[in-house]
């Protein structure tokens, strides 16, 4: 997620500079992809720990994964921006060393988090429900063997 933070925001960069009139739309596109890329990747991470684990009990903790994967992304991708905007990118918009780790670590962290423990959250009710149909299926295949064959007046 850092780096997709981190290309997120070069792109932004380049983007605003080439097109001033257009920032705002390609601000919300930029913040729309991210989420999109942390549903998805949090969904796959739900999906794989669900079939990994019939019970859910047993389901390891990806909201502490994910937090941290949140405050990674946000306290690495801030510096990494802050250091290419001092030395090499102009464009790439920049506060000051403690702004940018502060508020862009905070908002950068909730923007991997959120996205992230919905889409695990919704793979792992996927899963479970594919599990529960099966469960019936086979209750119920079970059951019409077991049963006597009435005949039929």
């Known amino acids: 997620m850092t780096i997709v933070h981190i290309a997120a925001r070069v792109i932004l960069g380049a983007f605003v500079i080439s097109h001033p009139l257009s920032s705002p739309l390609a601000r919300w596109l930029t913040i729309a992809a991210c989420i999109v890329i942390a549903i998805i990747w949090g969904g796959v991470d739900g999906l794989k720990d669900a079939r990994a684990h ?4 047993d389901y390891e903790d990806l909201t502490v994964r994910w937090l ?9 991708s801030c510096l990494v921006s802050w250091i290419l905007g001092t030395v090499w990118l102009n464009g790439i918009g920049q506060a000051s060393l ?4 502060i508020a862009g670590t905070s ?3 909730l923007l991997v988090f959120v996205p992230a ?7 792992r009710f996927l899963i479970r429900r594919e599990q529960r149909k099966a469960e019936l299926a086979a209750e119920a295949a079970a059951e019409a063997q077991t049963q006597p064959a009435v005949p039929v007046a």
Request: zero cysteines; proline letters at 7%.
């Open 54 to 57: 019939a019970d859910p009990d």
């Open 98 to 101: 403690p702004i940018e780790l």
């Open 117 to 123: 423990f919905f889409g695990a959250s919704v793979g």
């Open 107 to 109: 908002f950068i962290a």
């Open 68 to 76: 941290k994967a949140g405050l990674m992304a946000g306290f690495l």
